[in-house]
T-cell receptor, first 113, second 114 residues
Framework: DAGVIQSPRHEVTEMGQEVTLRCKPI?????LFWYRQTMMRGLELLIY????????DSGMPEDRFSAKMPNASFSTLKIQPSEPRDSAVYFC???????????FGPGTRLTVL | GNSVTQMEGPVTLSEEAFLTINCTYT??????LFWYVQYPGEGLQLLLK?????DKGSNKGFEATYRKETTSFHLEKGSVQVSDSAVYFC?????????????FGKGTHLIIQP
C-alpha cells in the first residue's frame, strides 16, 4: 500500500495567488482529515470528511480556505487568495477499514512570500 | 473545549536513559488518547493508544497509561536509543479510534545523544 499521498511536497507562491493542495487517501478508507502545522499553533484540524461528505469544517480559518472531496480517492484544499500567514505544513490523513487509527501523509510545506 | 498540554522541550537525554514525557488533557466525556511520533521531514505515525481509563498502550518499548483521575497520559520508555530522536505528540479524540478529528498537544522534541 502506498499510504496517503500528498502533492506537491513543497509549494512556494506569492501573496494573492491561489494555492491548491492535493491528497489521495489510502484505498478503502472512508474518512479524510486536513491538518495544518505551524510553530505558533502546533497541529490544528481544519476539516474532515466521512464518505466524501464534510462533517466538521469549524477549523477552517476563514473563507479564503475551501476543501472538497469529489470522490473517495481524492481531496483538495484550496487557499484563495493566499497570505504569508498561511505558510505552514499541511497534512492529510485518512482512516477506515479495520484499522482504528489515522494514517498521515508526508505533508505539503507551503511558503507564501 | 478539548485541549492537550504537554512539555514542549527540547528534551535532551543520553542513550539508555529513562524517558518520561508528560501529557495532560481536558475533555468532556471519555476521549481516546494517543501518542504520535514525527521523524524529520515525515508525517505523523501512531505510536500507541488507549481508549478507556486504566488502559495501557505500548509499542516499541514505549508505554502510556490512561489515568482518568489525573487526566494524564504520560509517555515512558525505560532505555532510549539515538533512533528515538523525534517529535512526540499527545492527542485525544472524542470518539474511539479517532473517528472524528484529533486534538494535539504542541509536541515535544526529543534529542538522544550517544
Amino acid at each position: 500500500d502506498a499510504g496517503v499521498i500528498q502533492s506537491p511536497r513543497h509549494e512556494v507562491t506569492e501573496m494573492g495567488q491561489e494555492v491548491t493542495l492535493r491528497c489521495k487517501p489510502i484505498s478503502g478508507h472512508n474518512s479524510l482529515f486536513w491538518y495544518r502545522q505551524t510553530m505558533m499553533r502546533g497541529l490544528e484540524l481544519l476539516i474532515y470528511f466521512n464518505n466524501n461528505v464534510p462533517i466538521d469544517d469549524s477549523g477552517m480559518p476563514e473563507d479564503r480556505f475551501s476543501a472538497k472531496m469529489p470522490n473517495a480517492s481524492f481531496s483538495t484544499l484550496k487557499i484563495q487568495p493566499s497570505e504569508p500567514r498561511d505558510s505552514a505544513v499541511y497534512f492529510c490523513a485518512s482512516k477506515g477499514g479495520s484499522y482504528n487509527e489515522q494514517f498521515f501523509g508526508p505533508g505539503t510545506r507551503l511558503t507564501v512570500l | 473545549g478539548n485541549s492537550v498540554t504537554q512539555m514542549e522541550g527540547p528534551v535532551t537525554l543520553s542513550e539508555e536513559a529513562f524517558l518520561t514525557i508528560n501529557c495532560t488533557y481536558t475533555a468532556t466525556g471519555y476521549p481516546s488518547l494517543f501518542w504520535y511520533v514525527q521523524y524529520p521531514g515525515e508525517g505523523l505515525q501512531l505510536l500507541l493508544k488507549a481508549t478507556k481509563a486504566d488502559d495501557k498502550g505500548s509499542n516499541k518499548g514505549f508505554e502510556a497509561t490512561y489515568r482518568k483521575e489525573t487526566t494524564s497520559f504520560h509517555l515512558e520508555k525505560g532505555s532510549v536509543q539515538v533512533s528515538d530522536s523525534a517529535v512526540y505528540f499527545c492527542a485525544l479524540s472524542r470518539s474511539g479510534g479517532g473517528a472524528d478529528g484529533l486534538t494535539f498537544g504542541k509536541g515535544t522534541h526529543l534529542i538522544i545523544q550517544p
